[in-house]
């Protein structure tokens, strides 16, 4: 049987109460936690009939160490795997904005594009099954919840899956620093996958030759990039910024 996962933080826990309470297999509170938040929270987990423990703070430090959990947190069974059958499924649903990231290796950049991808209607993020950050409590704790409602999925093969993305009729967008076109120069009303590298890295080669296009953020100042969570929020929102100056909208 798997081990229990950890989620801590307020908006994370409340998210798995709100999209996937019958994986809460235990759920404590810092006995001094005592604010409107807590209290809503542990009032969400009564009314779904999940018991909450009120612990002292320092066991709670103890049980998480090393995460940020704000007075919460809860043990989980693992969340279901989203495979790549999950990615076709979804694209048949009407998917039409995807983010993928090449080499990202920090759980906290990680968890932030998957906030920026949940508030953009991303439909998915993929990431290549080696080589890249999975989604551990850090990750999820950064993801202030969009870890329930945002798949990540982790393919074989990134290039290949672009490739073949690109069949179904999506355009793939490599963002890279070095390049003279400007990602708000692009056409991104039609269903788009937007490509992100590692800051300092950026993308591999294979994933390059997979893009139809490579675009810069334009940049004024006189630092050279940005962090990668950054240019993926930049970006997913020119997406909707088109969309929406258009008439359309990204779909979930």
């Known amino acids: 049987m798997s081990e229990p996962e ?5 908006h994370a826990v409340e998210a798995l109460l709100q999209h996937a309470p019958e994986r809460v ?6 006995a001094e936690a005592a604010d409107a938040r807590v209290t809503a929270l542990v009032d969400l987990a009564g009314s779904l009939g999940i018991h909450v423990e009120r612990v002292q703070r320092d066991r709670l430090q103890r049980a998480a160490e090393g995460l940020r959990h704000q007075g919460v947190v809860a043990w989980v069974k693992p969340r279901p795997r989203a495979t790549e059958t999950d990615l076709a499924a979804r694209i048949a649903q009407g998917a039409d904005l995807l983010l993928a990231l090449d080499g990202v290796t920090d759980p906290h950049n990680l968890g932030a594009c998957l906030r920026s991808a949940d508030a953009a209607g991303a439909a998915a993020v993929l990431v290549p099954r080696d080589r890249s950050a999975s989604l551990t409590p850090v990750a999820a704790k950064a993801a202030s919840g969009a870890a329930e409602t945002v798949p990540v999925i ?3 093969n990134l290039a290949r899956t672009l490739r073949e993305l690109r069949d179904q009729g999506f355009w793939v967008v490599g963002l890279a620093g070095e390049t003279d ?3 708000f120069d692009l056409d991104l ?3 788009t996958v937007l490509v992100l590298g590692a800051e300092g890295e950026g993308l ?4 390059r030759e997979h893009c139809d296009h490579l675009a810069a953020i334009p940049m004024r100042g006189t630092v050279g990039s940005l962090n990668v969570s950054v240019a993926a929020g930049v970006s997913l929102f020119e997406v909707l910024r088109q969309r929406r100056a258009a008439g359309l909208r990204a779909q979930a």
């Open 6 to 10: 950890i989620v801590g933080g307020l």
């Open 25 to 30: 297999k235990r759920l404590q509170v810092s």
């Open 154 to 156: 982790a393919v074989t």
């Open 181 to 183: 076109t400007a990602l």
């Open 189 to 191: 009303t039609v269903p």
């Open 204 to 207: 591999r080669r294979l994933t």
